[in-house]
């Protein structure tokens, strides 16, 4: 095993860092709407990026913990006890301290301006002394972008700023005197005492001035920001089962918009492994097609019409900007991803690699043609109208679903090997299901009967060859007897919630199922944890072929999987319910009330 330290000053009380690092379920997350940061429960940040989420991470010991960099705060005192909760219906963490001698609240918010998002990234932690006095210790130590740039202190008249490769981060504090520097390093020990409230303030820019906050200016934005969540929170509608593992959910889903142009990140980490040998990590700062579809219904479920709108919008013109072939995913800025880097640094827990970009940029997947209908025919059926520009997209892109379903192609879980996916083809089906239905509507032009021809087609096919009658369920594709949970979205898609259907579900949870954890596909076991959405799905899946009872028991063991502040990593360890991957993972999130909606409707019919 390896040794157990208590790094000055970041230990906390019951997750000791097992040479720097602590578990992947440790983590709460806060944003802006442009970035986000990881706040573990001992009180350190391990993880932010600035300018935005898919920049170089200026603090990332969650994946190197001797050099990456990092924001501690908790008392000295080795005992303390800790806990904490998100403020209700806000991304604003507050942290309970208490030893011997007291108690003491830290609270963590990535502040918002008064009109929104701030021109630059700003993080306020608020430390309040509730009962005796609690003895804090601090830290801003800043990370070398991956490895590829060295931290550098500059002194000016205004203050001593921090530069690392065109970023720079300003400290502005109140009360966190006196203060301890090396070099770039800043670090101290103040004490709280009943009724001080003392500030700590982070400011950091690319490529552009910086501007330094008033710290009382900080404390009247940590309000402010507080004030904004709940508003937001005031305006999302769901009274249904599981409503608070719901909401936070939604509120989840919103730290991964990308305010700038409306692109929903998938996550905003990159190279958390999916399982303890290493391998398969992967960078999800992207905006998948796939997730913004199930995003964009979620929002329109709950009555949310502005992050609606702006997915919409951006997905349809990035779309039409690159008109080469259908993506996969998209950079934040609507972009192409472009080559795969790796750095030079350990991972998390020593799990590599860590990489930059995603390789599977220039893959076809022919489900991501539902995907992409399934978001128009949800703002349409919200009782919204198409524009002419997005009409024409989308009646190439159903004459391109008739012309490309038969193709082989690398499925949803973005496999090397291409094949012909059952659930590829009945995402071509599910497209042109939604044209049919857009077309009826008066949204979109387009030779109905060819694809209406086509959709038929596709259903013969899914009956001949993704169907395997003496196995009785559906298969991954015709060369395999492997189940595929891709499948059970189709139950919700509602292209089959019969016996096959029925049969299919059985079979997942005899040969993938393990507890209430599912794993993606047959064979997958020895090499990744079971993924988190495959749960929720099954869930779903069941409420679709009427076991709504099975249903709800599932739903209720997977959302008490979630961590003490209510996230979701990816994948969750078979053998200890570890939280793997990426965190917080939006599919997880998705899943989560993607089910919980299904169930309901389902429920009261």
Known sequence: ??????????????????????????????????????????????????????????????VDAEHGGHLALRPVDDGAT????????????????????????????????????????????????VEGSV????????????????????DTENGTVIGIDGVTIAIVEQGFEPVHDDGPRFSGRFTATEGSKSILTIVGTHDEPIFLPEPERTLEGIDRTIENWSTW?????????????????????????????GA??????????????????????????????????????????EETHAAVSWVMRTIAEHDETMPIFYRLDGSKAGDVEERDVPGWNGIGPVTIGNRASGQLQLGVWGDVFEIMRQYVRAGNVLDRKTASVLQELADDACHRWEEPDSGMWELEEAHHYTTSKIGCWQALDAAVELHDAGMIDGPRDKW?????????????????????????HPDTDALDTSILLHAMSAFDRGPRMASTIAAIQDQLQHGPLVYRYSGIQDEESPFVACSFWLAAAMACTGRI???????????????????????????????MGNIPQGLSHLALIQAALTIQELSVR
């Not at 999987?561 to 969750?572: K, Y």
């Open 1 to 62: 095993m390896p040794e157990r330290t208590r790094d000055t000053p970041d230990a906390s009380d019951n997750e000791e860092r097992t040479d720097g690092y602590v578990p992947l379920r440790s983590y709460a997350a806060i944003g802006d709407g442009r970035t986000v940061a990881l706040i573990a429960r001992d009180g350190r940040i391990d993880w932010l990026p600035i300018p935005s989420m898919d920049s170089p991470p200026v603090f990332a010991s969650i």
């Open 82 to 129: 800790v806990s904490r909760e998100y403020l209700p219906g806000t991304n604003v963490l507050v942290t309970t301290w208490t030893t011997g001698t007291g108690k003491v609240t830290v609270t963590d918010a990535m502040v918002t301006g008064v009109a929104g998002r701030l021109p630059w990234a700003e993080i306020g932690r608020c430390v309040e002394g």
């Open 135 to 154: 003895e804090m210790e601090w830290a801003v130590v800043p990370g070398t972008l991956l490895n590829t740039a060295e931290p550098r202190r500059l």
């Open 233 to 261: 929170s005031k305006e999302f509608s769901y009274d249904g089962p599981w409503s608070d593992a719901v909401q936070r959910s939604a509120l989840a889903l919103k730290l991964l918009i990308f305010s700038p142009t």
């Open 264 to 305: 929903i990140a998938a996550a905003p980490t990159t190279s958390l492994p999916e399982d303890r040998t290493g391998g398969k990590n992967w960078d999800y700062r992207f905006a998948w097609v796939r997730d913004l579809a199930y995003t964009v219904h979620s929002l329109t479920s709950f009555g949310l019409r």
């Open 452 to 476: 209406v021809e086509n959709r038929e087609l596709i259903e013969d096919w899914v009956a001949e060859h993704g169907w395997n009658e003496e196995l009785g369920h559906y298969v991954m």
């Open 549 to 579: 009872d099975d249903a709800t028991s599932l739903m209720d063991a997977m959302v008490a999987q979630a961590n003490d502040v209510g996230l979701f990593s990816e994948m969750l360890s078979a053998e200890d319910g570890d939280f």
